[in-house]
């Protein structure tokens, strides 16, 4: 039994699907079930309850799971007070976030935390700013940066680093859909509205649509990450509420085409970085959550 053994069982213990942890440790299920096996011929244990539907682990796999955390977590601990004594932390970290954060948020950030730690390779992956838990929770990115959703997972730690106010937004030239946007009482059940798919935002903007009596919305269509619902709105598709720091990062020629209509439509957005709670030990995790708190 190696490090690399426990990490893949950890991972596999944590998903429970044996197609994901293949994915995120990069092996093939083949050979993730192989080592799997060879782990429990090792140990003289069933550590997985397997059928065509679901993995479960057994008791010995519960022993073997707390075994795994409390090792994993001591190697870091040595590695972390071992690199104190050094030289400067090394590795790579992987973070998460949406195209508008890499611009707005991240960049004074990553400005600390390299002055620190200058030997640090980060990796940053952009998308939907809603899946940024998703991702941390399946370990495809160490952190990742999103707006606390309505129900925060026990098992993920959040850091508040802004607000951010949501906007509502039409097209800035004329079509049917700025008319009827611009009417002194506008009848909002009957515009189109493009939405995200999924996420804090959509939630605020189910709230919204309550307040406004709406049951039936007309919708235009539902899209994958905010930038997009500017792009559509530019278009006259419908309109949308967004965050506002997204339109400000919007590049010039789609930003001139949408108007904002009513700013700070209901209660800023609270937007953070998410991490796994039993990873805060890891060295790189570590200094980075160090360096959030010296905001």
Known sequence: MDLRDLKLFLHLAESCHFGRTAKAMH????TLSRQIQRLEEDLGQTLFRRDNRTVS?????????????????????LRLQLQQQGASLSGELRLFCSVTAAYSHLPPILDRFRAQHPLVEIKLTTGDAADAVD??????????????????????????????????IIPALPCPVQT??????????????????HGPVRKRVDVWFRRQHITNPPIYATVSGHEAMVSMVALGCGIALIPDVVLENSPEPVR???????????????????????????????????TLQEQ
């Not at 092996?27 to 083949?30: A, D, L, M, T, V």
């Not at 009827?180 to 798919?197: C, N, R, T």
């Not at 609270?270 to 709670?277: A, M, R, Y």
Request: hydrophobic share 40%; with cysteine; proline share 10%.
């Open 27 to 30: 092996i093939s299920p083949s």
């Open 57 to 77: 682990l057994t008791d010995a796999g519960e022993q073997v799971k707390l075994f795994a955390q409390q090792t994993l977590l001591h190697y870091q601990q």
């Open 135 to 168: 991702k941390v929770q399946s370990n495809d990115a160490d952190l990742g940066i999103a707006g606390h959703p309505e129900i925060l997972p026990g098992s993920v730690d959040f850091m508040p680093i802004g607000e951010i106010p949501l906007a509502l």
């Open 180 to 197: 009827q946007a611009l009417q002194p009482h506008p009848d909002w059940s009957q515009i189109p509205f493009i939405l995200p798919e």
């Open 256 to 290: 001139n085409r949408v108007s904002v209509m009513e700013e700070q439509v209901m209660e800023p957005l609270e937007l953070g970085v998410c991490v796994q709670k039993k990873r805060l030990g890891e060295p790189l995790i570590a200094a980075f959550w160090e």
